[in-house]
């Protein structure tokens, strides 16, 4: 069965330090016919579970544990009986949205995540938050990047738990080394391309200093 990536886009708050802005966030679903991963579960469990409809949800993967990619994970796994999938260091991140539970498995950077035909290798990506991952599909030729890498440019590191030049070494080494066909998935917004981007990381690294 052929393997098809879908994207749904929910709507919701984003809040740290403070602060707390509205935000789209872009939910990815992997998978074929019978069953899918769900890639940030961002804001409406139930809108999600209607997208992902009567195909078995096999594993719910958090790029990072701000709470507009994760506040939805409990209640869709409640719903779905799915696995909800982070890196460890971003557990403190985790605890502000949700202090009473913990994911229920950990992610480790070189892991191969296999579910429907798809297989998405775990890159940890820090900068963006302590346990931002990406996942890379060759076969599918695709990075889902999370907050990580967007079409112009890295995510915001200007807040608690983020850091600029880590962001730019986990783009360099982790990303950028990708074939430049490859297509890349943000957490929001429209999708880019490795090619696209790789050309301008020097105007990055003085924009950001």
């Given amino acids: 069965m052929t393997v098809r990536i879908e994207r749904l886009v929910t709507s919701g708050q984003f809040t740290l330090d403070g602060g707390t802005w509205d935000v789209e966030n872009n939910v990815w679903i992997v998978g074929d016919e019978r069953e899918v991963i769900v890639i940030d579960a961002a804001h409406d469990a139930e809108a999600i579970a209607r997208a992902v409809d009567d195909r078995r949800l096999i594993a719910i993967v958090c790029t990072h544990a701000h709470n507009d990619h994760v506040n939805a994970a409990p209640a869709l796994a409640d719903l779905t009986g799915a696995t909800v999938w982070l890196h460890p260091d ?9 202090p009473g539970r913990d994911p229920d498995r950990h992610l480790l950077d070189g892991q191969v995540i296999e579910a429907a035909g798809a297989d998405l290798t775990v890159l940890h990506t820090p900068g963006h938050a302590p346990g931002a991952v990406c996942l890379h599909d060759p076969a599918l030729g695709v990075v889902f990047t999370g907050d990580t ?3 112009g ?4 590191t200007g807040r608690t738990y983020s850091h600029f030049p880590t962001i730019i070494d986990s783009i360099r080494d982790k990303l950028l080394t990708l074939p430049p066909e490859t297509k890349v998935l943000t957490g929001h917004g429209d999708s880019t391309t490795i090619g696209a981007e790789a050309p301008h990381l020097e105007e ?6």
């Avoid at 971003?90 to 949700?98: C, E, I, V, Y």
């Avoid at 990055?204 to 200093?209: F, K, V």
Wanted: net charge positive.
């Fill in 90 to 98: 971003d557990l403190p991140l985790w605890k502000m949205t949700h």
């Fill in 149 to 151: 890498l967007f079409q």
């Fill in 153 to 156: 440019g890295p995510g915001a």
């Fill in 204 to 209: 990055w690294i003085r924009r950001g200093h």
